[in-house]
């Protein structure tokens, strides 16, 4: 059964970058049938899409982000990573990674609360 | 960028009875809607896609309709563990940003 797991720091200073990983399991991020992406939420507040990719690297960013975002895929160890540059408060968000067959998302991890804060 | 606007902000229905929850695009959008519940403390799960089919393991008491740019979520007849944060999703490919409405809580009257 698939499954998406993020993980990352918890606690990231003002103007650094942001480094999340997501791994997964129960199938291959190699293949062809699914896009892999990152949705954040803010306290309370509702969903943003960051950016998705494919397992080719093919890379898809949501424009708002200001070309502070950076995916990869690393299929040796079976994950996808999201850098997100110049975080500022308004960066602290939960985190989520998802699994896409189309450009919808039909498997998403538990998410991880990053908290930008000096 | 497509904005989709839910409404209303807070519903309050009685559990057995419907709920019809409705989301609206800027633009068409055609049938490229999803529908997502998110509980507190909670990942979304998917409900819907495509507008109309029902993700695994969904419920028949969940269905989905329109096109275009009108959109609704129903749920026929409200069990406890409904009551939740719905939003909706749309995923054209051109302007490729994927957005989602702001989101309708579903709470018990």
């Known amino acids: 059964q698939l499954q998406v797991q993020e993980s990352g720091p918890g606690l990231v200073k003002p103007s650094e970058t942001l480094s999340l990983t997501c791994t997964v399991s129960?199938?291959?991020?190699?293949?062809?049938?699914?896009?892999w992406g990152w949705i954040r939420q803010p306290p309370g507040k509702g969903l943003e899409w960051i950016g998705s990719i494919y397992y080719s690297g093919t890379t898809y960013y949501n424009p708002s982000l200001k070309g502070r975002v950076t995916m990869s895929v690393d299929t040796s160890e079976n994950q996808f990573s999201l850098k997100l540059s110049s975080v500022t408060a308004a960066d602290t968000a939960v985190y989520y990674c998802a699994v896409s067959p189309d450009w919808y998302f039909d498997l998403w991890g538990r998410g991880t609360l990053i908290t930008v804060s000096s | 960028e497509i904005v989709m606007t839910q409404s209303p902000a807070t519903l309050s229905v009685s559990p057995g009875e419907r709920a019809t929850l409705s989301c609206r695009a800027s633009?068409?959008?055609?049938?490229?809607v999803a529908w997502y519940q998110q509980k507190p403390g909670q990942a979304p799960r998917l409900l819907i896609y495509d507008a109309s089919t029902r993700a695994t393991g969904i419920p028949a008491r969940f269905s989905g309709r329109g096109s275009g740019t009108e959109f609704t979520l129903t749920i026929s007849s409200l069990q406890s563990e409904d009551f939740a944060v719905y939003y909706c999703?749309?995923?054209?490919?051109?302007?490729?940003?994927?957005?989602f409405g702001q989101g309708t809580k579903l709470e018990i009257k």
């Open positions: 999703q749309q995923y054209v490919n051109w302007p490729l940003i994927y957005t």
């Open positions: 633009q068409s959008v055609s049938t490229n």
């Open positions: 129960g199938g291959s991020i190699g293949s062809s049938t699914y896009y």
